[in-house]
């Protein structure tokens, strides 16, 4: 099981051993849901309170089922512990939050992306204090003290026998392997869909008026995991990427720091920092996008902005995960249980289905047909042979729109609409 050339090797003995694995691992997220549950304020019978439907659309995501019980991972763990962390965030126990996250970035460091969010509040409430009519803010050494030797003694403990070995190196070039190219073979629905996009028109366009383009380039449909360059565009750095992501997340923990222990702006930030290391990212997995739905259902409780902006950004990235599941046999259940999802939210959450506006309605209702021609229109036009890219090109455009449009908005009520969220007192 452990040997890494030995392909498609499948047991009863490693399956039995996979799945239950999984199913275990789902525990975390139980607790992480029950804690964060708790949290949320909320009126109502036990079927219709707050905790409960948070916990409906956590457990019930689509993504999740998908993605850890069908394609085999382990995202509800690790979202069950940035769940446990935020929990323990609106209590005030800012040590424990932080030995959970520290934990969670080195299990997964694709959380490396919340980081910001966690560093400038922590450092508002904890490390520094400003005094009330104040504005210069004033070091607390003896909590940042603590702060550090937390955070840096899970490193310790994590990567310390590959330190004391001499092999850090080799994990570092493989947590963050660049020459896999700037996107994934399925392309991710972020922002690069429609620089790849502009691209192939452009190359399009330069054929058709006899301008030269240089060949071997932009066969980023090729479906391979590669570096690749793009035609007439600019190709994209790792740094480029980098530096527009800390662009989309700035106005969040600015926001973040304005507002001292206000958890709402906090996940907002959270959401916020997993959008824009989406949208702008290097070598983005699809999956990822499931780091801002799961924070975003908290919110949806709260705000019927939040509430139609979660129905549409979670019913994005439930279709964007199709692909993953391309077999035949998995097809009923994986649109079965977005639509079941989607139904619960649409009316569990505030006013969702009635507010909706009518782009957003018809973008929702978009959704089916672009399922439908990826799972069986493609292939009875008879284009799979000459064209097989498009419907997961299809796919990844439809959905990136979605998730730029649910970002943008998302700012807007954060910047402009939202209200102060939920004081905690320290402990």
């Avoid at 003995?13 to 029950?34: E, H, N, P, W, Y």
């Avoid at 949290?39 to 993605?67: D, K, N, W």
């Avoid at 190219?181 to 366009?205: Q, S």
């Avoid at 916020?272 to 739905?293: I, T, Y």
């Amino acid at each position: 099981m452990l040997d890494v050339k030995n392909l498609d090797y499948a047991s009863n003995a490693t399956v039995l051993f996979q799945r239950l694995s999984v199913i275990c691992g789902d525990g975390v997220l139980f607790v992480g849901v029950k804690m964060c549950a708790d949290t949320v304020p909320g009126q109502g019978t036990h079927l219709t309170s707050a905790r409960v439907r948070l916990a409906v659309l956590t457990l019930g995501s689509a993504g999740l089922l998908i993605v850890d019980h069908i394609h085999f991972q382990y995202n509800g763990l690790l979202l069950g512990l940035l769940l446990m962390s935020y929990a323990c965030m609106t209590q005030g126990r800012y040590l424990k939050s932080a030995l959970l996250f520290t934990v969670l970035l080195n299990m997964k460091h694709i959380f490396l992306y919340l980081a910001p969010a966690y560093f400038v509040f922590l450092l508002r409430n904890y490390c520094v204090r400003v005094p009330a009519g104040g504005w210069l803010p004033r070091p607390r050494p003896a909590h940042t003290l603590l702060l550090g030797l937390v955070v840096l003694g899970v490193f310790a403990v994590s990567l310390g026998p590959f330190a004391a070995l001499g092999q850090l190196p080799q994990v570092l070039s493989r947590l963050f392997p660049f020459k896999r190219g700037l996107c994934h073979a399925y392309w991710a629905p972020n922002f690069w869909v429609l620089y790849n996009l502009a691209d192939k028109l452009a190359v399009a366009a330069a054929g058709w008026l006899g301008l030269p383009v240089s060949p071997g380039v932009a066969a980023m449909t090729g479906g391979l995991v590669q570096e690749t360059s793009h035609a007439l565009l600019p190709t994209v750095p790792p740094t480029a990427t980098f530096l527009l992501s800390g662009a989309a997340m700035l106005p969040a923990l600015v926001a973040c720091w304005r507002r001292p222990a206000d958890t709402a702006a906090f996940l907002r930030a959270l959401v916020q920092c997993a959008l824009g290391s989406f949208l702008f990212g290097w070598h983005v997995h699809e999956k990822a996008l499931l780091l801002a739905v799961v924070p975003l259902a908290v919110l949806a409780l709260r705000s019927q902005t939040e509430a139609r902006l979660y129905l549409l950004l979670s019913a994005a990235a439930h279709v964007s995960l199709f692909p993953l599941l391309h077999g035949p046999a998995e097809t009923l259940g994986k649109v079965l249980a977005a639509l079941l999802h989607a139904g619960y939210a649409a009316h569990a959450l505030p006013a969702t289905g009635a507010a909706l506006s009518r782009p957003q309605a018809a973008y929702l209702a978009g959704l089916a047909p672009l399922v439908l021609y990826h799972t069986v229109g493609h292939r009875l036009l008879g284009l799979h042979g000459r064209w097989p890219f498009v419907p997961l090109l299809l796919t990844s455009l439809y959905c990136a729109l979605g998730v730029l449009y649910c970002w943008l908005a998302l700012y807007r009520h954060m910047l402009f609409r939202a209200d102060v969220g939920q004081k905690v007192k320290q402990r």
